[in-house]
């Protein structure tokens, strides 16, 4: 199966295509393995991840490499989720230890009840394209923490960050069928995946639509699933907040990966008094980025993914101004840039609430500026949206902070900043963008099964 650089189209490399037949394998594979693995204490299933780790900093520039190559993410922010993924080997290698139980009051002095968390068996993962490493990390090690084994499918776009981190995960000594890498086509892997009976969990990073499908399969099996679907995230700044520091955040949360992000600012929302400072403070951050091939020294912006991404951004974008939206900055590819390819920072100013860019997830770069002039209006207009993975909120006022976050129908909300990736925190969302966590106690959580025991004697 050919892997392409989206800079460029050009082939940078090969893997093999999974075959139903190859996917049952591993399935099977998973199912030996589990016993052993599951027997293990907390500390003897931590040793291959914390040497995991290490060898992952020791090749991070070859990880960043093939992340730049596959997916198009300028090298400095590849090898920053390079090592990013990385935390989440460490951190899962001692969460190991600390799985919560609970001992409950008994019925007589003759009874003892208590509560504890086992492995679930089998779990199928399932990785997206726009963070192939962290992403492959952030799954697979809560699940082999808590004593289950792995069957993971990498995203049909990028597969070499898969190959490249399974090929450290046999060096780092997991035993046989602990771990196991399926890549291809998404359809046929995943009838095996959501129909083998061994397969106890799936994890799914995507779509809306893919999730929705795998869910329903899912459900003929009564298996568990946990999904990570799209976001719309509301960025909300009131007048009160430091604006250069909530146009910083802006613009690396716009920005990051060329927008192509599920917590990506999606919709800036913006008091009316300030909304023109904003838009100049932003435009002139986006005028400083440069875009192009990822592995030019200096790129801070780099493709879009394919074709289809770059038209719905080209869409998006019409269809504001078509509404009398103000173009700021950007607009079109930089010069000089294929079309097809590349799309330049922008900033909208003016955007109407109704317009697709304000309505739709964009995956693209481009911000679009929606006034507001009330904290009520703001409140409405950020939940306004059947997603709820993540909102960013910039205020001084520490009343209006905890007044409005907790009003914001997310999942995750982080107030003066624009990132919420933090390997200890439980990373999710609700209604439209999925259920479950990973990162944090919660990230082991969710790949356990609740037991309890009630001992009479």
């Not at 192939?132 to 799954?139: A, G, Y």
């Not at 509404?323 to 109407?352: I, K, M, N, W």
């Not at 439980?426 to 990973?438: A, L, M, Q, V």
Request: aromatic share 8%.
């Amino acid at each position: 199966m050919a892997v392409r650089d989206p800079s460029t189209g050009s082939e940078v490399g090969r893997v093999i295509a999974a075959t139903p037949g190859d996917v049952r394998m591993a399935v099977e594979a998973a199912q030996r393995a589990f016993p052993g693995w599951a027997a293990l204490s907390p500390d003897e299933r931590g040793a291959p991840l914390r040497r995991a780790h290490a060898l992952v900093l020791e090749r991070a520039d070859d990880l960043a490499r093939a992340l730049t190559l596959e997916g198009g993410k300028p090298f400095d922010e590849a090898k920053d989720e390079v090592l990013w993924g990385a935390e989440f080997l460490l951190w899962y290698a001692e969460e190991a230890r600390r799985p919560w139980g609970e001992i409950l009051a008994g019925n007589g002095p003759n009874q003892r009840l208590y509560v504890h968390r086992r492995p679930r068996g089998v779990l199928a993962c399932i990785t997206p394209w726009n963070f192939p490493s962290s992403l492959v990390t952030r799954k697979v090690a809560p699940a082999v923490a808590g004593g289950n084994t792995v069957v993971l499918k990498p995203a049909e776009q990028t597969p070499l960050s898969a190959v490249l981190l399974f090929e450290i995960f046999d060096e780092a000594a997991f035993p046989p069928g602990v771990v196991n890498l399926v890549c291809g086509d998404p359809e046929p892997i995943g009838e095996v995946l959501t129909g083998a009976p061994q397969v106890r969990q799936i994890s799914f990073t995507g779509s809306v639509e893919v999730g929705k499908l795998l869910l329903r399969r899912a459900a003929e099996g009564v298996k568990k699933v946990t999904l990570e679907l799209g976001g719309h995230a509301p960025f909300v700044v009131f007048s009160d907040a430091d604006l250069d520091l909530a146009a910083a955040k802006l613009a690396f949360s716009k920005f990051q990966n060329a927008g192509q992000t599920c917590i990506a600012a999606n919709r800036v929302l913006v008091e009316r008094g300030i909304a023109d400072e904003l838009g100049r403070l932003l435009s002139g951050l986006a005028a400083t980025l440069r875009v192009g091939d990822g592995l030019e020294p200096g790129v801070t912006v780099g493709p879009l993914i394919d074709g289809r991404a770059l038209a719905k951004v080209r869409d998006h974008v019409a269809d504001a101004i078509g509404r009398d939206a103000r173009l700021l900055c950007g607009g079109e590819a930089p010069s000089g840039l294929d079309p097809e390819r590349f799309f330049a920072p922008t900033v909208l100013a003016d955007v109407p609430a109704d317009a697709r860019v304000a309505t739709e997830e964009t995956f693209g770069p481009v911000a679009p500026l929606i006034p507001f002039d009330s904290d009520e209006e703001a409140v409405a207009l950020a939940n306004a949206s059947e997603y709820g993975l993540a909102a960013y909120l910039f205020t001084r006022d520490l009343g209006r902070a905890h007044r409005v976050g907790e009003a914001l129908d997310y999942g995750m909300v982080a107030v003066n900043d624009g990132a919420l990736g933090w390997v200890q925190a439980p990373f999710g969302g609700i209604k439209g963008s999925g259920d479950g966590r990973e990162g944090g106690r919660q990230g082991l959580e969710e790949y356990l099964d609740v037991q309890y025991l009630s001992l009479n004697f």
